[in-house]
């Protein structure tokens, strides 16, 4: 029966999925030192139920901005956001490794950075909630975001 599971998870949860999503968030990210580290946080809070509707109706307009504070404002709906980050590790690290094999993403070792890939022949369909989510995250460094957020990095 868990192998019944199990398959019904993998199908839902796949970096051919879940890749564009990737590509999405550090295409709309601006640029800044560690950004990989948020990585972890993109697939939790985009596959989340409540918070996928919230982050995919922010704006960003001249008159209006959503902000992470208006966005994640009961923030007692994240409980579950550090076992989310955890069950998705593994699905993280193959959706990073399916954008850098697709050239949609590249790494800037010197600044443990993701960006958007300057050679990218490549086409993936934009996801607007991790494209929101991007737009939400930046200006904000690394350690700001985890500290709102009440999560580790791992």
């Not at 999925?17 to 709309?28: C, E, L, N, T």
């Not at 596959?47 to 902000?67: E, M, Q, W």
């Amino acid at each position: 029966m868990s192998s019944i599971i199990d398959a019904l998870y993998e199908l839902k949860y796949n970096p051919f999925d879940y890749g564009p999503f990737m590509a999405s968030f550090y295409k709309h990210l601006d640029e800044s030192e560690n950004n990989l580290l948020l990585a972890q946080l993109v697939i939790p809070l985009c596959s989340h139920p409540v918070f996928n509707k919230k982050i995919s109706g922010a704006v960003f307009g001249n008159k209006k901005r959503s902000s992470i504070w208006s966005v994640f404002d009961d923030r007692t709906k994240l409980y579950d956001l550090q076992e989310r980050i955890d069950e998705f590790q593994t699905l993280t690290e193959q959706c990073i490794q399916y954008c850098l094999i697709n050239d949609w993403l590249s790494v800037d070792e010197n600044n443990l950075s993701l960006s958007k890939s300057d050679s990218s022949d490549s086409v993936f369909t934009q996801q607007k909630c991790a494209k929101k989510l991007g737009q939400l995250f930046s200006g904000h460094s690394v350690v700001e975001i985890y500290a709102f957020l009440g999560v580790k990095p791992r």
